[in-house]
């Protein structure tokens, strides 16, 4: 699996946007960027994917550079449940064994009240 | 909906002894996967179920665990005999196939069971 390179930690004040890094300059062609973050006590969850247009859902947005070697993750308006690690991890979407998430260290995000 | 339930939430037992790790999946999910993170590393992927059929299972560390999904519903994880080493949280989570896009589905983690071997 290609590899991510992600901030060991970020800090951010509540209601402000967070915008987390993420990169993968040996991305192939055929990987989809996925985030997922874990809070605390609790198993990982998804954020968001995307292949090579910026993506927005009601948790996030992704934005992914045009040669596709980085990403960020953007939290709109931080809050304090949004404190947690996050993961950038690259899937190759024709699918086998690629099915499996492959989770780096990840980004662990303070939000100060 | 309910979510991925997993049971026992925390297991404490002896080397040596066996333990059994349960995941119920998302109801219609045929996807199932094991994952684990010890003390200090990362989360680490154990094997893929379709259904009852084991697609993936290059991360299952060794002979001593067994993973089972018998009739594509619930799973579990045997661990037997357990060593110091597998002491961690273990992960089970589930994904919809859908239309010949799995690849892309988001994976829903239950809350994991943490399992320490004294």
């Known amino acids: 699996d290609a590899k991510t390179t992600q901030p060991n930690s970020m800090e951010s004040n509540e209601e402000e946007p967070v915008h987390l890094p993420c990169n993968h300059s040996?991305?192939?062609?055929?990987?989809?960027i996925h985030w997922y973050r874990q809070l605390p006590s609790q198993g990982p969850e998804y954020v968001i994917h995307?292949?090579?247009s910026n993506v927005n859902n009601r948790m996030a947005s992704l934005a992914i550079a045009e040669d596709r070697k980085s990403s960020t993750l953007i939290l709109h308006r931080a809050t304090l449940r949004d404190a947690a690690v996050y993961y950038c991890?690259?899937?190759?979407?024709?699918?086998?064994?690629?099915?499996?998430?492959?989770f780096g260290k990840g980004t662990l995000l303070t939000v100060n009240p | 909906e309910a979510g991925v339930t997993q049971f026992p939430s925390h297991s404490v037992i002896e080397k040596g002894q066996t333990v059994t790790l349960r995941c119920d999946p998302i109801?219609?999910?045929?996807?199932l996967y094991w994952y684990r993170r010890v003390m200090g590393k990362e989360i680490k992927f154990l094997l893929h179920?379709?259904?009852?059929?084991?697609?993936?299972e290059s991360g299952m560390p060794n002979n001593r665990f067994l993973a089972e999904r018998t009739g594509g519903t619930y799973s579990t994880l045997k661990v037997q005999p357990a060593e110091l080493e597998d002491s961690g949280v273990y992960f089970c989570?589930?994904?919809?196939?859908?239309?010949?896009?799995?690849?892309?589905?988001?994976?829903?983690f239950g809350p994991g069971t943490r399992l320490t071997v004294l």
């Open positions: 989570a589930s994904s919809h196939s859908g239309h010949g896009t799995g690849i892309y589905n988001e994976q829903f």
């Open positions: 040996t991305i192939s062609g055929t990987d989809y």
């Open positions: 995307g292949l090579t």
């Open positions: 991890i690259l899937r190759d979407r024709r699918g086998g064994s690629n099915y499996k998430l492959t």
């Open positions: 109801s219609g999910h045929d996807n």
């Open positions: 179920f379709v259904k009852e059929s084991k697609q993936d």
